[in-house]
Each structure stands twice: as C-alpha cells, then as structure tokens.
C-alpha cells in the first residue's frame, strides 16, 4: 500500500498514516512526503505505535517504508507518563526585557534541576527559542543531551519565517502536539 502525502501540510500526512495503519493488521505500508517536516512526524508517529520505520530519501520527496506488526516492536500501554512543558512565548510575563531574563534563568535551573520533563514542546512565539539567535540554544542542547525531547510546531516555524532557522530539536505537528499533551502525566505552560 502506497500513501502519498506530497504537498500536503500538517497534520495530513500523519493522518492519512494513522488510517492506513488502522486498516492494517500487519504489513508493510510506504508513506510518500516532500518535506523534512512531513517526514519526522510521520516516523515519530510511526515508531510511537510501535513500527519499524526505514526512510529513504529520493528525487524531491523522502520514501517512509513502515511495518506493522510482524517485525514491530510492543509498546507498552503502561508506559511511564511524565511533565510536558508547553512553552508559548520568548518570555515569562508582561514585560518583555524582563521576560527574556526569566525565560533564560527558568530554563537554566530547569537544565541543573534533578526533575526535568520528557518533552518540551513550543508553539507561537515560543519558536524563537529553538532557533537561530535564541540566547538559550546552549542551554535547550544541553537539556537534550540529558534526555529531554524538544520539539516546536511546524506550523509556527513557517508563520514566522524560522523553519530554516531551528537550531535544536525536530519539527512536530498540531496532532502529535495534542498526543503528547493528552499522554502526559501533566502539562505546565510557560
């Protein structure tokens, strides 16, 4: 089964995955994208219900090949729910010059604390902390080195010009947003 998901935008090429892979027993499916966005999201979904993914690059589009079932690992239902930190601005509070101080200051401590959450994802303005110019790349590379996912919404990335600009991290989606928010043991906004 071929789904071709070219020129299509987010979330379209995770959601024509999900039905194929909701009428397959076990198999092989191979997705079809044209952009690197397109391509992660639909891997991270992938492996996320437990498929072995191969991706091959090609002329102008990437070639996802995914198994299902046979070959495909089991992923735990009891799996172990943790914080998600959904950040939506460049800065904490009302002013701006401050906010930028408290944004770095919060994601230092965040990087020395004992506690740190699975994921980090950022949305809206909060875009401009994962890429070029962010005055906390250094410290956003560190917390993934630690173990912390960071991924920030495509769509923003595009809004404000930045999708070639990101600097850490990987390009989500508004559907693997919502997973990830809804499988969390808890979501703080920042």
């Known amino acids: 089964m071929v789904v071709d998901a070219r020129g299509l935008s987010c979330p ?11 009428n397959l027993k076990e198999g092989v499916i191979e997705v079809l994208v044209d952009n690197v966005a397109s391509k992660e999201n639909v891997r991270r979904f992938a492996e996320k219900m437990g498929c072995t993914v191969e991706v091959k690059e090609e002329e102008g589009f990437y070639r996802l090949r995914i198994v299902k079932g046979y070959t495909c690992e089991v992923v735990s239902s009891q799996e172990e729910k943790s914080k998600v930190l959904l950040i939506t601005s460049d800065s904490m509070g009302e ?7 408290l944004m770095r200051a919060f994601l230092s401590t965040l990087k020395e604390s004992f506690k740190r959450p699975k994921k980090m994802i950022f949305v809206n303005r909060g875009v401009f902390l ?3 110019g962010s005055p906390v790349i250094d ?36 559907y693997d947003t919502v997973e990830n928010l809804l499988d969390a043991e808890g979501v703080i906004r920042i």
């Open 12 to 22: 379209q090429p995770v959601l024509m995955t999900r039905d194929a892979l909701q």
């Open 95 to 101: 002013e701006k010059e401050l906010g930028k101080l």
């Open 130 to 132: 994962t890429t070029s």
């Open 139 to 174: 410290v956003l590379k560190d917390l993934e080195k630690m173990g912390v996912e960071v991924l920030s919404c495509g769509t923003c990335l595009d809004y404000f010009g930045l999708k070639d600009e990101l600097k850490v991290g990987s390009i989500t989606n508004m």
